[in-house]
């Protein structure tokens, strides 16, 4: 069975602080990971994915497959930031597994 | 492109009564999925369709029906609505593959009273 645990359903920073999401997945075989966000009164939307390497944002994750991680970093928050993300890992029968979410709050 | 859209965007029921939520997508991929969002749980998957003609329920299908019409739309079925399933609804469609991003509906926001 897979699974992705967000350990943190809040999470408040204040604007120009580092930011970490912690997401840790179980799954057997080699899992692809995902980073979705959802924006107030707008609809869920991929930020990042862990086979892509890139940084979208200011915002990078790594894969750490020792540690079953995939935590979402960025150096320095900004309000607009705020939001609702969602780690999600999808294995070999292709179905996207969600945690359940950790909102984050930047304060001014 | 409208991407995916989903109808309606709310929606009342009475417990007991049956309704579709509708869901289409215009890019032309293969799979869709139906996932229910509510506070403290997170996404959870319904059901899925991996291709046109094919559907595999998810990780909560218990009430749900669904029909992937053709390879653009992918219907949920309640056929007793009950309270349990009030909740926020969204669809999305992907190209296929383990590595394929998911493109979200806006969501129907269901209340069963």
């Known amino acids: 069975a897979q699974r992705v645990t967000q350990p943190e359903k809040l999470l408040s920073v204040f604007k120009g602080a580092p930011v970490e999401l912690k997401c840790n997945y179980s799954y057997s075989g080699s899992p692809e990971l995902f980073w979705y966000v959802q924006y107030s009164r707008q609809r869920l939307q991929l930020l990042l994915r862990h086979i892509s390497r890139e940084s979208i944002k200011g915002f990078t994750a790594d894969l750490n497959k020792g540690e079953t991680s995939f935590h979402l970093k960025k150096p320095f928050a900004q309000e607009e930031d705020s939001a609702m993300y969602y780690c999600a890992l999808t294995g070999s029968n292709y179905k996207l597994t969600f945690g359940k979410g950790t909102l984050l709050t930047v304060n001014p | 492109n409208a991407g995916v859209t989903q109808t309606p965007k709310f929606q009342v029921l009475k417990t007991g009564q049956s309704m579709t939520l509708q869901c289409a997508q215009d890019?032309?991929?293969?799979?869709m999925y139906w996932y229910r969002q509510d506070p403290g749980m997170g996404l959870r998957l319904i059901y899925y369709s991996a291709s046109e003609g094919t559907t595999d329920k998810g990780e909560v299908p218990n009430g749900y029906n669904v029909s992937r019409l053709n390879k653009r739309e992918f219907s949920l079925r309640l056929e007793s609505a009950a309270p349990s399933q009030t909740s926020v609804y969204f669809c999305?469609?992907?190209?296929?593959?383990?590595?394929?991003?998911?493109?979200f509906g806006n969501g129907t926001r269901l209340t069963v009273t």
């Open positions: 890019m032309n991929h293969n799979s």
């Open positions: 999305a469609s992907s190209e296929g593959g383990s590595n394929s991003p998911l493109h």
